[in-house]
């Protein structure tokens, strides 16, 4: 089968080529399912994982991709309800491949409202969203929320589902497109800064939903009222200043860690729960596909993800 397939970690990714004759995967076994994949959506994890720079390391080779869908082909015992359905998939590896076989329990339906692509690219950015600023943020109504890179597909679903949620949402991106995207999405404000000097005019921020972090971080910790929550999605624009403690006990501000995925995987039926919210919300969270290319392409794909030229969501047509 063909298959996107990383043999060696690099920065320039140059490990990463595509092969016409890559081992078909195993057949299924009880509780398991073969799919054939449609599109597999590209996620920064995915990226930093091609160059050894991720908290989860794939032995050698591996087959990236961690969100996509398909259609269900084969089945094991226990399974074959499956059969001809279309579905979303999640792995911590191994999409970017015509096949893959992997348990029924991980298949999701595609909720309604979106196209086989949009799905691909929904799980990773509205799940994060959910538990960052639901789970682990504690966003009320009312309340307002600064969501950083928000024309890309994180910050994006997070702006969405803020809207959605009730809160009054201040968006911060490095481009006139990107804040388009999410003046587009709800946000109620939108701040254009500089990703080198960035400035943060605000001062009254319940809560901050940062995936960028870089030199953005003081300039956010600044913006938080008395009593704020910072939640750290994730370090696109690298890891930023030391936080200064004694701002945060002046104004008693929290700093929240958020992995979504890790939250399922210690708590299995929270993970759940989070998936049957997010699901039932899709209609509000439709991701936006900037980019849309073949399986031969992947390698470009990345680059551009790498170099920031994506707004929104990359899919991959497998």
Request: proline share 8%; glycine share 14%; charged share 20%.
């Amino acid at each position: 089968m063909r298959a996107a397939v990383c043999s060696a970690l690099s920065p320039d990714l140059s490990g990463l080529a595509l092969h016409d004759d890559w081992p078909e995967p195993p057949p299924p076994g009880p509780g398991e399912v073969l799919v054939a994949v449609r599109h597999a959506s590209l996620n920064f994890p995915d990226w930093l994982m091609l160059q050894g720079g991720y908290q989860y390391k794939p032995e050698l080779p591996f087959i990236p991709g961690t969100e996509g869908t398909g259609t269900v082909i084969a089945a094991g015992p226990g399974a074959e309800a499956w059969v001809g359905q279309d579905v979303m998939l999640g792995a911590r590896s191994g999409l970017m491949a015509e096949r893959i076989t992997l348990p029924a329990r991980g298949l999701r339906a595609v909720p309604a409202g979106l196209s086989l692509a949009q799905a691909a690219g929904f799980t990773v950015g509205a799940l994060t969203a959910w538990v960052g600023l639901v789970e682990r943020g504690r966003l009320q109504a009312g309340e307002r929320v600064l969501v950083t890179g928000a024309g890309g597909g994180m910050g994006l679903a997070a702006v969405q589902l803020a809207v959605h949620l009730g809160a009054e949402v201040v968006a911060v991106a490095s481009s006139a497109q990107r804040l388009a995207l999410a003046q587009a999405a709800g946000a109620h404000t939108a701040l254009l800064v500089d990703r080198e000097r960035p400035e943060i005019p605000c001062r009254d921020i319940d809560l901050v939903f940062d995936p960028v972090a870089g030199p953005l971080v003081g300039p956010l910790v600044k913006s938080l009222r008395r009593g704020g929550r910072y939640a750290i999605i994730g370090f696109v624009g690298g890891r930023g200043d030391p936080v200064p403690l004694n701002r945060l006990l002046l104004k008693e501000i929290e700093l929240v860690g958020v992995r979504a995925g890790e939250q399922g995987r210690q708590d299995p039926a929270a993970g759940q729960r989070h998936l049957r919210e997010i699901d039932a919300r899709a209609a509000h969270m439709r991701p936006h596909i900037g980019l849309e290319l073949p399986l031969a392409a992947v390698k470009s794909a990345f680059a551009a993800m790498g170099a920031g030229r994506i707004e929104g969501k990359c899919v991959i047509a497998i």
